[in-house]
């Protein structure tokens, strides 16, 4: 897979439409780390971090999958909105429905299987740049509602850090940091829930 580590995303998506194989394997692997890094953030929302890694991947595969390289948007944002947004629907039928669990959304009805993200395109030309706007302003809502030591705590397990690892690094003991992610988790909803509300940070 090393002949394809100096070529662009766009460049690889342009030949796997043109049928070369392992392409698709290859852009999985390669992102497959930031699947998980996006599970882990969002497993502070909600959800079981495993069953969001899954729905992460399938967010991932949508994106190799429908990427137009001609529109005016890089694969990796496109790949994260992707991502980004199966996992969050994810938790959202799982907070709508929760006697069911959350796996029982990750094998897909033939209906979802064959809704493409083409309304991604065809929303606006805006809207990919629009929601990551949004991200960021949700980030920084995020970051200014949270106390220095509590980012220390996020920033340390967005990079995939467990509690004790977490604890020996800040020189804190494990149970302050399980606090300190309770505390953030509930923060963390509020932000999202404000955003949804309209209430946006300038």
């Known amino acids: 897979?090393?002949?394809?580590?100096?070529?662009?995303?766009?460049?690889?998506?342009?030949?796997?439409?043109?049928?070369?194989?392992?392409?698709?394997?290859?852009?999985?692997?390669?992102?497959?780390?930031?699947?998980?890094?996006?599970?882990?953030?969002?497993?502070?929302?909600?959800?079981?971090?495993?069953?969001?890694?899954?729905?992460?991947?399938?967010?991932?595969?949508?994106?190799?999958?429908?990427?137009?390289?001609?529109?005016?948007?890089?694969?990796?944002?496109?790949?994260?909105?992707?991502?980004?947004?199966?996992?969050?629907?994810a938790i959202q039928n799982s907070n709508r429905q929760k006697h069911m669990p959350l796996n029982s959304y990750i094998s897909l009805s033939q209906e979802d299987e064959d809704h493409h993200l083409d309304e991604l395109w065809t929303e606006n030309p805006e809207s990919i740049v629009i929601d990551q706007e949004n991200t960021k302003a949700l980030e920084r809502e995020i970051n200014k509602s949270l106390s220095p030591m509590e980012n220390k705590v996020l920033d340390c397990y967005l990079k995939g850090y467990g509690y004790v690892q977490i604890a020996e690094l800040l020189g804190k003991s494990p149970k302050s940091i399980d606090n300190a992610l309770q505390r953030i988790r509930g923060k963390i909803r509020e932000c999202v829930d404000k955003f949804r509300g309209g209430g946006q940070v300038q």
């Open 1 to 89: 897979m090393e002949k394809y580590d100096n070529v662009s995303d766009e460049e690889l998506i342009a030949w796997l439409r043109e049928g070369e194989s392992g392409i698709s394997d290859y852009l999985m692997e390669k992102y497959k780390g930031l699947v998980r890094q996006k599970a882990r953030a969002m497993f502070l929302i909600g959800g079981d971090t495993d069953d969001l890694i899954q729905e992460g991947m399938i967010g991932l595969f949508k994106a190799v999958r429908d990427y137009q390289p001609d529109k005016d948007a890089a694969f990796q944002t496109f790949a994260r909105l992707c991502i980004d947004r199966q996992i969050y629907n």
